[in-house]
């Protein structure tokens, strides 16, 4: 049974930091792509970060994270993390994390529907 549990969400105030974690079960995680994606009330879900099965630096974020959020990940420990420095009110939505089989060791997805499982998603929720 493939199982991807995210944890580390909370309330934090805006220009604090978060860090959140997915644990992925059921799957190869090492052959895995992972990614974040988040969802605010009222809007679609939108990516935030992506990285390949080899990790390093074979990342993508949207632009509005950038040079804010890291993905990495630990494939020793089947988990994927999302560090979130300077948060903004904005940054408020559910996060859920995202994994897809991939052959190629360099590959990352930032559409959605190219994953094939996903987490519940933990809140964020950031106030000004």
């Known amino acids: 049974q493939v199982q991807l549990v995210e944890s580390g969400g909370g309330l934090v105030l805006a220009g604090g930091s978060l860090r959140l974690s997915c644990a992925v079960s059921g799957l190869a995680f090492s052959s895995c792509a992972m990614g974040w994606f988040r969802q605010a009330p009222g809007k679609e879900r939108e990516f935030v970060a992506a990285i390949s099965r080899s990790g390093g630096g074979n990342t993508a974020y949207t632009d509005s994270v950038k040079g804010r959020f890291t993905i990495s990940r630990d494939n020793a420990k089947h988990t994927v993390h999302l560090q979130m420095n300077s948060l903004k009110p904005e940054d408020t939505a559910v996060y859920s994390c995202?994994?897809?089989?991939?052959?190629?060791?360099?590959?990352?997805?930032?559409?959605?529907?190219?994953?094939?499982?996903w987490g519940q998603g933990t809140q964020v929720t950031v106030s000004s």
């Open positions: 995202a994994a897809r089989l991939v052959y190629f060791s360099s590959a990352y997805y930032t559409d959605p529907t190219q994953y094939n499982d």
